[in-house]
């Protein structure tokens, strides 16, 4: 069974730019997550979705990064513009229910020059 | 909200020796406690939970102890490994949502 999977595990922007990073959450998780990780703050999360529905939208967040859960099956995160200060990792995570265990993705790192 | 603070930032010990690490929360609604392992490069792999109906739960070697009152959880990994040596982070469970801690470097030394 495949376990949540993340592309592109490496991305390099410029400032300004739009990305969008993709996730594909475990089959049959019906809540998908998206945090940052940076050595300064830790893991933040960005957005939590449960059965593709919009939860909780991190309100530091929302000036810049947008997710989207198109089906059960997909999400994205767009940043648009980049800045530098969005260099991290960027991790989603899913689980079946808001009782069950979360599990991760290898994460994308992200490079904004 | 919740805030997980994780008390050591770094941790080394000698292999076949334990390992303890700890952290308190604040919200004493968080009932879910899971803990995870990160190496180099790689994501948050789960390692073990503990829910707040219980105090103390045990997978092959590691130990998790859960002090409600305390507000207070540890992880205990017992006959440690060299590859036990990773970051490993708490979490706490308020809402809906994880609130992790800070994260523990540990080395275990052969």
């Known amino acids: 069974d495949a376990g949540v999977t993340q592309t592109p595990r490496h991305e390099v922007a410029e400032k300004g730019q739009t990305i969008i990073l993709k996730c594909e959450p475990v089959?049959?998780?019906?809540?998908l997550f998206w945090y940052r990780q940076t050595k300064i703050q830790g893991l933040e999360l960005l957005s939590y979705f449960r059965s593709k529905s919009l939860m909780e939208d991190g309100g530091a967040f929302k000036d810049r990064f947008k997710a989207e859960m198109l089906n059960s099956s997909f999400s994205t995160l767009k940043i648009q513009p980049t800045e530098p200060k969005d260099s991290a990792v960027y991790l989603c995570?899913?689980?079946?229910?808001?009782?069950?265990?979360?599990?991760f993705g290898p994460g994308t790192r992200l490079l904004v020059l | 909200g919740e805030k997980v603070e994780q008390h050591e930032s770094t941790l080394s010990v000698r292999e076949g020796d334990s390992a303890v690490i700890n952290c308190t929360y604040t919200d004493t609604a968080s009932s879910y406690f899971p803990w995870y392992k990160q190496e180099a490069g790689k994501g948050l792999h789960f390692v073990i939970d503990?829910?707040?109906?219980?105090d103390r739960k045990q997978s092959q070697r590691l130990i998790v102890l859960l002090d409600k009152k305390a507000k207070r959880f540890s992880l205990h990994i017992t006959a440690t490994q060299p590859e036990d040596s990773a970051i490993y982070f708490c979490a706490a469970k308020g809402y809906n949502v994880l609130y992790f801690g800070s994260g523990t470097k540990l080395t275990v030394e052969p």
């Open positions: 089959s049959g998780h019906n809540d």
């Open positions: 995570a899913s689980s079946l229910g808001s009782q069950d265990t979360q599990y």
């Open positions: 503990i829910r707040s109906n219980v």
